[in-house]
């Protein structure tokens, strides 16, 4: 782990096949350096990224989470990362109302292309996170209750 000293936390990534997934294999190809942290989910669209799975994530240990798509009016299904973002900044504003940081989260628009862009995206929230440190736990009765209510809010 060249980029950052000390525990490898967990970061879990959302990213779209289209466009992010791309960018962050063109910065593999590229050999760029990059922390080790980040777990990939790949998804068909950033717009399919239910807030949901970003805070069960959350409470399920991962210490961040980054989403990241196309950018917009580049999203390979025409408007899904416009539906994204609007969910994703929504989210960012619940999240400090149900104990979680809203530095543990984060969304950014990577193409294939930017396989630099990539490696700056991840070891800037990598870094972001290893300042925060390892998320406290939310678990039981509250992290159920913490759900029942974003459900019936989002």
Known sequence: ???????E???????C???????????????FTQPTDLRVVRVPCSGRI????IVKALLGGAD???????????CHYS???????????VL???LPFIGIEPGRFEYTWVSASEGQRWQQVVTSFTEQIHKLGPAPKIEGAEADATLKLLEAAL
Not at 9 to 15: A, K, P, S
Not at 20 to 28: E, F, L, V
Not at 64 to 74: A, F, I
């Open 1 to 7: 782990m060249p980029v950052l000293e000390g525990k």
């Open 9 to 15: 936390l967990r970061i879990v990534g959302f990213l």
């Open 17 to 31: 096949n289209w466009c992010s997934y791309g960018g962050a294999d063109t910065a593999g190809v590229g050999r």
């Open 50 to 53: 239910d807030p949901l799975f």
């Open 64 to 74: 961040g989470v980054l989403v990241s798509g196309c950018h917009p009016r580049d």
């Open 79 to 89: 408007e899904g990362n416009f539906y994204a973002r609007r969910r994703l900044e």
């Open 92 to 94: 960012k504003r619940f």
